[in-house]
């Protein structure tokens, strides 16, 4: 609309600033993205050491890929992407944030080699060159986003698996805890139950004591009465064989017979009986 650029080259012109928005938003927002999320610097002795040599590495190899002009030769091969071996060590041993910030790093040194016509996208015409480092770009973050998107999955479950298997690990403490809580509680219960058993054991002898002395005393006049039974139906006896000889009046003797073989013996039977069930 000013006259800087003619009309004809309107496409050429809206495609160069459209891969130039889309680009700065493909690259710079996850950047940005990731450090508000996550802004404080958590590495410290080892870690951090790793970190500053990983970041060291892909600036160097930015810088030899870059940077430093090649011989014609070497100038055919695509070099552009020998950093991408540093560039997915980060992913895999950080994490997102980490990595997007080494795709942003190797893309500004790429962008400012080119503009100063070094490395693999100083040769060509503009538009030639535009789209290989266009090309490259998007390469690197969408690998960068990809890489430290996974680890981050990945990391994320390992943390879900830990925080499972330490709630597991709880709830078997407890488990454990509440069984032998139980086995105490039941120990107790048995070793109440033992007293018990040995009370009522104790009792029980005490009690056949009992029965043993009872039954003993109580025999003895049975056997007493028993004996003196026998010796009551002996005499019985004796006595019929006396009466048998003697003189009696018919009536006396016919109540003397009934009263030695029925009334008599018949009374003993029941003694002998009665003694017999106690017995």
Known sequence: AAGLVPWSAY?????????????????????????????????????LGEFVALFTALGLMGYLVFWIPL????????????????????ALRFGLRETVSAALLLSGIAI??????????????????????NAFLVITEITALLMGAVTAEERLSRERLRLAHDELEGRV??????????????????????GRTVELAQKNEEVEAIVTLVSRDFRAPLQDLQGFSKE??????????QLGGAALPP?????????????????????????????
């Not at 680009?23 to 996550?38: H, K, M, S």
């Not at 009536?251 to 002998?272: C, H, N």
């Open 11 to 47: 496409g050429s012109v809206w495609w160069v600033w459209w891969m130039g928005d889309t680009l700065g938003i493909l690259i710079i927002a996850p950047f940005l993205l990731a450090w508000v999320a996550q802004p404080r610097l958590e590495w410290r002795g080892r870690r």
């Open 71 to 90: 011989p014609s030769p070497a100038s055919q091969y695509p070099l552009a992407y020998a950093a991408f071996p540093v560039l997915i060590g980060a």
């Open 112 to 133: 400012w080699g080119a503009i100063h016509d070094r490395g693999p996208f100083s040769t060509g015409t503009l538009d030639e060159r535009l789209i290989a480092l």
């Open 173 to 194: 403490q407890e488990r454990t805890a509440e069984l032998m809580l139980s086995n105490i509680e039941l120990r107790e219960v048995n070793d109440q139950l033992s």
């Open 232 to 241: 009551l139906e002996t005499n019985c006896r004796d006595l019929g064989v």
């Open 251 to 279: 009536a006396v003797e016919s109540r003397v017979q009934t009263i030695l073989k029925d009334g008599i013996p018949g009374t003993l039977r029941f003694i002998t009986a009665s003694i017999a069930k106690f017995q």
